[in-house]
């Protein structure tokens, strides 16, 4: 009995590279049954907002793994990215790209005798693509940037033992905890603490700004890194141009129940139906996905053709030398057929992911828990719609405080200008208000709110940010300046 797949061909060239895709996977015997489903631009079109049928989210919950072709959503309409939605209603954690220098793709560090090969870990869920976003005032817009210590666990266990299974020795985590201290600062935090049990594998830690400027000098100098959402979207990419551009970098979205293999370029609508889109992307995509499942076999075979082919110096016309002319996306596809049976080269071949199991009858959302430690309310932040003076705004609120609490901090886009600050610093029409709980006096979250009504009555409130101790450290961040 063949392993079935969800199969989502995509838009503008996903449909003829998928075609190309599967030819090669049924000439090399490939035992899958692939189950189309409907998603992407055309699905928005008909009125799904999240870009997918009914149907389509219920075969991809019951099989458990989807290959999906690059795929449009539809600019403002107000709707969200088909391909974070997917990830995130999956809760695929863990986005791994692999990056490797291939024979016939000529690169600055080719050329210079320098091979690439290295995994990045993405952290698939949460940081800003929640996509959590609100205008506090006319001119001051707000994401909020959530890093959480399960989400943080998750995705950095996950890296470890790939690493384990691959035989790779070392792991770093790239952040930006020097500035975010609080959300960056978790995730490197849980970062070492995962890694205290891997002591057979080397962590250590960068900050992401060095990260990249060491990744465009000396690539070969790492082979795992692990990072946050954002700074891993824009960082696997960054590797993505080291090996070639994004038609060579495969991708996964790894999670417990189901996992995604997919083409991570865009839809190309330029050359879309001109018979010269490059596949070599979602092939390799594709070949994740055969280990994931248990075909490493035919992997393995597959990318030996697939090698063979590029050092024939076969290619489509958005590689290779311009000395050699370039092929159509079916020729590419008939050579790599025709090298099925080379013999396996040096490329190393990389072990699978354990197998996700499909959930599709569970009712109930899982809750994601750790160890709890003693809380206690420290105050509350006001985000408040002003264009007086900081000063100004301290009396007014000052005036109104009860005696357990009192005003500490006013700051502007996140630099203090109350009590002290400088006269140079440029101030938008919201400022943040902190009023903290005095010493000796204890309060609730429905106090902090109380105290929130009292200051609306007299300056407009945009939001609101309780303030909290866990363990006796304070959970909030300091001002630039204060």
């Known amino acids: 009995m063949k392993e079935r797949v969800a199969l989502a061909a995509g838009d503008g060239i996903g449909p003829e590279i998928t075609a190309a895709v599967l030819r090669i996977f049924t000439a090399a015997g ?11 631009y055309s699905v928005f079109q008909n009125g799904y907002s999240t870009g997918m049928t009914p149907q389509a989210q219920e075969t991809i919950e019951r099989l458990g793994v989807l290959l999906k072709g690059p795929m449009e959503t539809p600019k403002g309409k107000g709707v969200k990215s088909i391909n974070v939605t997917a990830r995130k ?31 990045i870990v993405r952290e698939n869920i949460e940081d800003t693509y929640g996509g959590i976003e609100h205008f506090l005032t006319h001119d001051v817009a707000l994401c909020r940037r959530l890093i959480t210590r399960p989400g943080s666990e998750q995705v950095h266990r996950y890296t470890f033992e790939m690493a384990r299974a691959q035989g790779l020795k070392r792991v770093t985590c790239g952040h930006k905890a020097n500035i975010m201290k609080l959300t960056d600062g978790l995730f490197l935090e849980v970062f070492k603490e995962v890694s ?5 594998i080397e962590a250590n830690d960068i900050i992401v700004d060095d990260l990249a400027m060491k990744l465009v000098r000396r690539p070969d100098q790492f082979q795992v890194i692990v990072l946050p959402n954002l700074q891993g979207d824009i960082i696997s990419d960054l590797c993505a141009g080291l090996v070639g551009g994004l038609g060579f970098a495969p991708s996964a979205n790894i999670g417990d129940h189901v996992s995604i293999f997919e083409a991570v370029h865009g839809t ?13 992307s979602l092939l390799m995509s594709g070949l994740m996905m055969l280990r994931h499942l248990g075909y490493g076999d035919r992997a393995e075979r597959i990318e030996a053709a697939l090698m063979a082919t590029l050092r024939q110096g076969i290619h489509t016309p958005d590689f290779g030398l ?18 099925l049976e080379a013999p396996s080269n ?67 886009r996140g630099t203090q200008v109350w009590p002290t600050g400088s006269m140079f610093t440029d101030c938008v029409n919201q400022y943040r208000v902190r009023v903290e709980i005095g010493k000796g006096h204890t309060a609730c979250e429905y106090d902090m709110l109380a105290v929130a009504l009292m200051v609306a009555e007299h300056i407009r409130v945009c939001s609101t940010e309780i303030l909290m101790r866990f363990g006796g450290n304070s959970a909030y961040s300091l001002a630039q300046g204060q």
């Open 322 to 339: 311009r000395s050699t002319p370039p092929c159509s996306t079916d020729q590419l596809t008939d050579a790599i057929i025709g090298n």
């Open 268 to 280: 190309a609508p330029d050359i879309a139906g001109m018979g010269i889109a490059n596949p070599i």
């Open 346 to 412: 040096a490329l190393e071949i990389q072990e699978g992911d354990s197998r996700a199991k499909p959930r599709a009858s569970l009712d109930r959302h899982r809750i994601i828990q750790t160890p709890s430690v003693k809380s206690e309310v420290a105050g509350i932040d006001l985000f408040v719609e002003s264009d007086a003076q900081p000063g100004e705004i301290a009396t007014k609120v000052g005036a109104i405080l009860p005696p357990f609490c009192a005003l500490t901090l006013i700051s502007n």
């Open 196 to 200: 205290k049990e891997y002591p057979d």
């Open 30 to 40: 490939v035992p899958i049954e692939f189950e189309p489903v409907e998603m992407g």
């Open 89 to 119: 209603v999956w809760n695929t954690y863990a986005n791994k790209r692999v990056f490797r220098s291939l024979e016939g793709v000529d690169t600055p560090f080719s050329q210079a005798g320098i091979p690439i090969s290295l995994t």
